[in-house]
C-alpha cells in the first residue's frame, strides 16, 4: 500500500512483539501529529481524519483551548486522586483565564448542559465502558429488586464490568467474558420496526425495571430509530417506572447536531452516560443520574471510587473542549454539514451500486451502508492509499462511520468526498 512507508512497516514489527492484540490493523496509518481535521503519519503521508479517532476528537486534534487549559493546568497540578482529594485552581492564563477547575466546576457544567431537568450529580469516569459500569451500579442500587436489565439487540456500551453484561454488537467481545447482569435484548427500534416487536419480547411474569440506549447505535453499524418509536418505548418505560438510561458516550456533544442526542426524545432520560468527546482526547467518563431514584439520593459512602477519574489534566481539558462543544454557532453548522455531507455521500450512492444506503439522524454521525464486509474494508483501505489519504473506519458489519470532527470545514468535506468517490472507482 503506497502510505505504508518504511517507518510504519518497521513500527508494526515492533507493535507485533511487545503489544497483545487489540484492534489495531496494520494497514491503518502511525498517526505522528495533528492538526484541526488533519493527521500526519511517522512517514510523513497526510490524512484527513473523518473518523474523529472513533468519536474522541468533537472538537479537532490538538484545538488551542485545550492545549492551553492543558498547560495551565500542568503548572499547578498534575496527578491529584480526586476520589480522595479534590482540588480546585483559578488559572492565570489560557482559553480558562479567571475561571476555576476542578471536578466540581466540571460536574456544574455538566449539571448545567444536561437535558436531565431533575435533581442530578455526577460521578467521574475514565472511559466509556467504566461509566457505563458505574451507570449500572447506580441502577442496581435504584432497582435493587430488579430481576433484569434490558438493552437492544446489537448494542455497545463497552468491554469491561456491567458494560460488557449490556453489550452485543459483536461476538468476539464476549469471547472472554462471564456473565454478571441478567441482561433481556429487545429489537433497535429502527424504521419499520412496531411498537408490538418490541413488546413481545419483555419477559411477561416482570416487569422492566431499566433499560440502556444509545440513541444512534454506533459500533452496532450506526443504526438510526424511528423516533417515533424510540418515544413511545420511552413513554412506555415511564409508565411501567422504569429506568431509561441514555448511553451518549459516542453520540454525546454535538454529535448528532445537538448537544445531547437524549434531546430527540419527547421525555428527558433518568441518566446520561457521556465520555469520548468529553475529556478533548484525554481518558474521562461521566454519568449524569438523577439523585431522586436512589434511596437517600447517593450512592452509599465508599461503595463507588477510582484512582484516575477526573483527573486535573483531564478536567482542564474537558472545561476548555465543553467551550468549543457547546458553542450554539458551532452545533448549528453541525447540522448544516452533516446535511451537505449525507447529500454529498447520496450524489455518490447514486451512481455507485457497491453503496446500498447512507443514514444519518442529523449532524456529523453518518454510516454508509456497502455490499458486503469485505467492500467494506477494501474501500477503507483505498481512501488511505489516495494522496492525501482519508481515514475512515467500519461500524456493524458493512457499514462505514463518516464521522469527521465537528469543526470540519465545507471544503474538507469536499475533498473527504472527493477521496472516497475516487476510492470506490478504483474498486471498479
Ligand atoms: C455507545 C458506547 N458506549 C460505550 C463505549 C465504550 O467506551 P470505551 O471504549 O471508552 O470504554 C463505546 C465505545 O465505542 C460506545 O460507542
Not at 466546576?105 to 455526577?122: F, G, R, S
Not at 449525507?342 to 443514514?359: C, F, M, T, Y
Request: aromatic share 8%; charged share 20%.
Amino acid at each position: 500500500m503506497r502510505y505504508l512507508g518504511p517507518r510504519t512497516a518497521a513500527y508494526y514489527e515492533r507493535m507485533h512483539k511487545t503489544l497483545f492484540s487489540t484492534t489495531v490493523e496494520d494497514y491503518r496509518p502511525v498517526i505522528k501529529k495533528g492538526n484541526g481535521v488533519w493527521v500526519e503519519d511517522i512517514d510523513g503521508n497526510q490524512f484527513l481524519d473523518f473518523t474523529s479517532q472513533v468519536g474522541i476528537i468533537g472538537s479537532g486534534q490538538c484545538p488551542e483551548e485545550v492545549v492551553s487549559a492543558i498547560g495551565e493546568q500542568a503548572r499547578f497540578a498534575t496527578g491529584i486522586i480526586s476520589n480522595d482529594f479534590q482540588f480546585s485552581a483559578v488559572h492565570g492564563r489560557g482559553a480558562l483565564l479567571g475561571e476555576e477547575v476542578s471536578p466540581v466546576a466540571l460536574a456544574e457544567k455538566l449539571i448545567e448542559l444536561a437535558p436531565v431537568p431533575y435533581p442530578k450529580k455526577v460521578i467521574f469516569e475514565v472511559s466509556g465502558a467504566t461509566a457505563v459500569s458505574a451507570a449500572a451500579k447506580l441502577c442496581v442500587l435504584a432497582r435493587p429488586n430488579a430481576p433484569f436489565f434490558a438493552a437492544f439487540d446489537k448494542a455497545f456500551h463497552g468491554r469491561h464490568g456491567y458494560s460488557l453484561d449490556l453489550s452485543s454488537s459483536k461476538q468476539v467481545h464476549k469471547l472472554l467474558h462471564q456473565e454478571g447482569l441478567r441482561v433481556v435484548r429487545l429489537p433497535f427500534p429502527k424504521r419499520g420496526a412496531a411498537f408490538r416487536d418490541f413488546l413481545k419480547l419483555l419477559p411477561q411474569d416482570y416487569p422492566l425495571s431499566v433499560l440502556f440506549v444509545e440513541i444512534v447505535q454506533g459500533e452496532g453499524g450506526i443504526n438510526i430509530p424511528d423516533l417515533k418509536l424510540l418515544n413511545a418505548i420511552r413513554r412506555y418505560a415511564a409508565e411501567v417506572g422504569a429506568l431509561f438510561v441514555v448511553d451518549e458516550v459516542q453520540t454525546g456533544l454535538g454529535r448528532t447536531g445537538k448537544l445531547f442526542a437524549s434531546e430527540y426524545l419527547n421525555l428527558p432520560p433518568d441518566m446520561i452516560i457521556l465520555s469520548k468527546a468529553l475529556g478533548g482526547g484525554l481518558p474521562l467518563g461521566a454519568v449524569i443520574a438523577r439523585t431522586d431514584i436512589l434511596p437517600a439520593g447517593d450512592l452509599p459512602k465508599g461503595a463507588h471510587s477510582g484512582t484516575m477519574p477526573a483527573s486535573p489534566l483531564a478536567v482542564a481539558a474537558a472545561l476548555a473542549n465543553l467551550k468549543i462543544l457547546s458553542d450554539p454557532v458551532l452545533l448549528k453548522e453541525v447540522k448544516k454539514l452533516g446535511k451537505y455531507l449525507v447529500e454529498g455521500l447520496w450524489k455518490i450512492a447514486h451512481s455507485n451500486r457497491n453503496i446500498l444506503d447512507v443514514d444519518s439522524l442529523g449532524g456529523l454521525m453518518i454510516g454508509v451502508e456497502l455490499v458486503s464486509k469485505k467492500i467494506c474494508e477494501e474501500v477503507i483501505c483505498a481512501c488511505l492509499s489516495e494522496e492525501p489519504g482519508l481515514l475512515l473506519i467500519g461500524a456493524g458489519q458493512k457499514t462505514i462511520r463518516f464521522m469527521p470532527p465537528l469543526i470540519v470545514t465545507k471544503e474538507e468535506i469536499d475533498l473527504a468526498l472527493s477521496i472516497f468517490k475516487k476510492a470506490l472507482n478504483t474498486l471498479v
